[in-house]
Every structure is written in C-alpha cells, then in structure tokens.
C-alpha cells in the first residue's frame, strides 16, 4: 500500500514517461504499451463484469460501456492504468504465469480490494490531472471548472473532485 501523494507522484511520472500530456487520446497510449480497449454493454447478463484483464505477458484489455460518455470512459481507463501500473506488478512478481482481473464490482467488505480500489482513482485522477497543470488551469481559467474540466477531457464531476483535494 502506498500513501495517496506517492500514487499522484507515481501516476505523474508514469505519464511523462509514456509521453501523455493533459487532455490526450487514451486509446493511442493503449495500443503502445500493449493495451486495447473493447467495449461492452453492461447490461448483458452473458458478459462478465471485468474492467482489465492483463496477461502473464503484460498485454491487457480494458473493459468500458458503450453507455457511458467518452470523459467518464477516460478516467475508467486511467483508473485501469492505475491497476495495470500499481498492482499488476505485485501479481507478476508473486504469481509469475498468472493473470490479474479487476472487477467493475468490489466486495465492500474486503480491505485490501477496497483500498486498490482507491489506489487506482488516485492514479486516475493524477495521470489525467497533474497537479502544477491542474493548478495552473484552475488560474489561467479563473477558477472556472467547466473550462477546466473541458482542457484535461474531464468529467465536472471528477475536475471538482481533484479542485477540492489538492
């Protein structure tokens, strides 16, 4: 377990080594780190509820709906970055040949899930939204969160979150 300001650290330097800048396609990111995104509709009882599958091989599919909009779709990516990033290693490592699955869906009841959980939307949130950029957005915009939200191909939702908690 890593405390939130390493994981912000760590988000913002995995994205600057990939190359990503603020408000980028994701999809490109993908396909140039082995990933590929599908989408699904949630609402089909025959799909599973997966949300990234990664090979032993480190090659990995993210799972998004094809109901939600493309700044949500976003920071479920990020998100599964954050797990590709944060956990998968500690898989590899302890269970070389396995495969990780995370679940849209996590037992509330189970800590360590729980908190992987969180990991992985700090991860999010930092990636999407480095902080000095954030910040500098937050004042060359006046504080005007829809703009904001707008130059980092946010949601409102999660461009307040990220205001409120820096």
């Known amino acids: 377990m890593l405390p939130k300001q390493q994981v912000h650290a760590f988000a ?7 190359g990503y800048r ?8 993908l396909s140039k780190i082995g990933g590929r995104l599908a989408y699904r509709d949630l609402f089909d009882a025959t799909m599973n509820a997966d949300s990234i599958k990664v090979d032993p091989s480190g090659t990995f599919t993210i799972f998004v709906s094809g109901l939600t909009s493309e700044v949500r779709d976003r920071f479920t990516i990020a998100h599964e ?4 990033f944060l956990h998968f290693p500690l898989v590899r490592r ?3 040949d396995a495969m990780m699955v995370a679940t849209r869906w996590v037992d509330e009841t ?3 899930l729980r908190r992987a959980e969180w990991e992985a939307n700090w ?5 999407l939204m ?12 006046d504080n005007d969160i829809r703009e904001v939200a707008l130059l980092f191909g946010v949601s409102l ?8 908690t820096i």
């Open 12 to 18: 913002e330097a995995v994205a600057d080594e990939l």
């Open 22 to 29: 603020p408000g980028e396609p994701l999809d490109l990111l």
């Open 81 to 84: 970055l954050g797990h590709y």
């Open 94 to 96: 302890a269970h070389p």
């Open 110 to 112: 189970n800590g360590d």
């Open 123 to 127: 991860f999010a949130a930092a990636f």
């Open 130 to 141: 480095p902080l000095q950029p954030f910040k500098d957005a937050l004042a060359a915009h």
């Open 157 to 164: 939702h999660a461009a307040d979150i990220r205001r409120n």
